[in-house]
Nanobody, 126 residues
């Protein structure tokens, strides 16, 4: 049974930092591209960042580029999202997701990802 468990969310003031983690189990972690998505209140879920299986290739949404950093540790089956210079508009539930990057895989599309975590809430106060 595949499980993705996010942690590290919380309340932070604008300009602050948070580090999210997503621990994976039940899958061969190094075979999967990983991503973070987020969904704010009354908004659709949106792509935040993704990382390739070996960690070499990283992609970011324009809204977080230069502020967020995605990384992974394949020895710990964990993907991370370091979030700096947080803004109130970053407030959302953050979800990690896993995908086998076969033909038709798009790093920023929800339907490319087979497995999802339950989410962790990030709230940024102004």
């Amino acid at each position: 049974q595949v499980q993705l468990v996010e942690s590290g969310g919380g309340l932070v003031q604008a300009g602050g930092s948070l580090s999210l983690s997503c621990a994976a189990s039940g899958l061969t972690f190094s075979h999967y591209a990983m991503a973070w998505f987020r969904q704010g209140a009354e908004k659709e879920r949106e792509f935040v960042a993704s990382i390739s299986r070996g960690g070499t290739n990283k992609y970011y949404a324009e809204s977080v580029k230069g502020r967020f950093t995605i990384s992974r540790d394949n020895t710990k089956n964990t993907v991370y999202l370091q979030m700096n210079s947080l803004k109130p508009e970053d407030t959302a539930a953050y979800y990690c997701a896993a995908a086998i990057p076969l033909s038709g895989y798009y790093y920023n599309r929800e339907n490319s990802y087979a497995y999802w975590g339950q989410g962790t809430q990030v709230t940024v106060s102004s």
